[in-house]
């Protein structure tokens, strides 16, 4: 009875703050958000300029970061809490933008169990009363708190503790530091879980959902990472399926309901060699993966890993996931994100449109009375696409994702092939990068997909790269 009355007050709580949150923060006016499209930033490592940051961050139209104020730089002497200023320098910022800010509570302090994960009665207490001050600190500036990094991994901690944590552990933790920092604030939206995609297939966080996760949260994250799979398992596409089944397991631990799903870490590197992915390729792989995620109601968003490219090494993955370079300039993606953000974050999912052919991807959207079609390849390869109108006198804006839009008129006459001409079709060549039409789409349909037999077809899967499982 405990267990699902806690269950209850808990989700309640989480829409309590949803509204709330929809209403507006104390950092100023925020837009309503069906889904929240977001990037990762390392701030409280000191990377990056705050403020020039925080105003790429948001002309990419992005709504929320996620970043971290970990617990040995709070707690420098043992029992002394004390928040450092460049913490509550870019939490202050970044709300004050009208920026959603996504704070992990994370890693170990020198002072309990010689540096390791807190495991021991007296380090769990102080892992409690460091989230507690946080949580308090913040206040209605930070409405999500994730717990830990990737506990399944031994990121974060120095040797001889760099190797992976149990579920039981992390159950330890969370059973205990969840009902303090509820208590502290009911409003907040706790996130466990935030394991690797490797985790969550060697049974990591089902374990955790075994042991009672869903009690001591308000929802589940992953890092859902497939860049080092061979095609075409790397694809967004697959990473989509995935995850579906993922959240099917999810609920199974939750009477088949569904239980609000973030993705907390996901992105295509665009370095060098194994692994990496052009930046081409892998700015039309954000466009797909966030369309992708629209399907599903309980998918809450996804923080792009990362928003600045950590260095310069260009055979270095850690070095190549972000959205700009260390000095901000735009990759393609910025400009591919910049364009999809308010879509994504904001519009209605109205379906897919299949066709015979399962590769040809067509997702509908509609926001303040407009539509849009996201029509991409799910195996990159092009093909060309024949639509047809009941409104010809209607023409069709027609734009790559990330680049202007044109207009095209109906009519259509195919005379390579030495085919008719149609007054009300007109064709369209797709490849990986989605084409994103509008705006008044009523009695469109799709009469013909074919495949281009091309150069670029056949070397498509070439370029897409290839190499074993992803553990980050």
């Not at 460049?86 to 509570?105: E, S």
């Not at 792989?285 to 995620?293: E, G």
């Amino acid at each position: 009875m405990f267990r699902s009355c806690f269950r209850y007050f808990a989700r309640w709580y989480l829409a309590l703050g949803c509204s709330l949150l929809a209403m507006g923060s104390a950092g100023g006016e925020e837009p309503s958000a069906r889904f929240w499209v977001g990037a990762c930033t390392h701030f409280c490592q000191g990377k990056g300029l705050v403020e020039q940051n925080l105003e790429s961050i948001r002309q990419a139209g992005i709504t929320s970061i996620r970043d971290e104020v970990v617990w040995s730089a709070i707690e420098r002497e043992q029992g002394r809490l004390e928040m450092p200023e460049r913490f509550d320098t870019y939490v202050r910022q970044a709300a004050a933008a009208g920026l959603d800010v996504l704070l992990i509570l994370n890693y170990a302090n020198r002072f309990y169990d010689e540096g390791d994960r807190p495991r021991s009665p007296e380090a769990i207490e102080g892992f409690c009363r460091y989230a507690e001050y946080v949580v308090e600190y913040f206040g209605a500036d930070v409405r999500r708190y994730e717990i830990w990094n990737e506990w399944d991994i031994g990121i974060g901690l120095p040797e001889p503790h760099r190797r992976g944590g149990s579920p039981k552990d992390y159950m330890r933790l969370l059973r205990a530091v969840y009902p303090r920092i509820k208590a502290a604030d009911p409003e907040i939206t706790v996130l466990a879980g935030a394991s690797t995609s490797g985790g969550v297939k060697r049974g990591w966080l089902e374990e955790i959902l075994q042991r009672g996760a869903l009690d001591y949260s308000d929802a589940i994250s992953i890092h859902s990472y497939n860049y080092n799979d061979p095609f075409p398992h790397r694809t967004p596409e697959a990473c989509s399926a995935w995850m579906t089944e993922v959240r099917a397991m999810i609920r199974s631990y939750n009477d088949g309901q569904e239980v609000p799903f973030y993705v907390t870490e996901m992105g295509w590197p665009t370095h060098d060699g194994r692994g990496g992915t052009c930046p081409q390729l892998s700015a039309s792989y954000l466009a797909r993966l966030y369309l992708l995620a629209r399907q599903s109601p309980a998918f809450q968003g996804i923080w792009w890993y990362d928003f600045q490219d950590d260095g310069w090494d260009p055979e270095y993955n850690e070095h190549n996931f972000g959205l700009v370079r260390p000095d901000l300039t735009p990759k393609p993606a910025y400009h591919v994100l910049a364009d999809l953000a308010a879509w994504v974050s904001q519009a209605e999912f109205c379906g897919r449109l299949t066709t015979e052919d399962d590769q040809l991807w067509l997702l509908k959207f509609r926001m303040e009375g407009e539509d849009m079609w996201a029509v991409w390849s799910g195996d990159d390869r092009e093909r060309q696409v024949t639509l047809q109108s009941t409104r010809p006198e209607q023409p069709l804006t027609v734009r790559q994702a990330g680049h202007a839009a044109r207009t095209q008129s109906w009519g259509f006459r195919d005379w390579a092939r030495r085919q008719p001409f149609y007054e009300d079709r007109l064709s369209l060549v797709v490849g990986h990068r989605p084409l994103l039409l509008g705006s008044d789409l009523s009695g469109l349909s799709v009469v013909q997909v074919s495949l281009i037999s091309s150069a670029s077809n056949r070397s498509a899967s070439a370029s897409s790269g290839s190499g074993g499982i992803a553990t980050k």
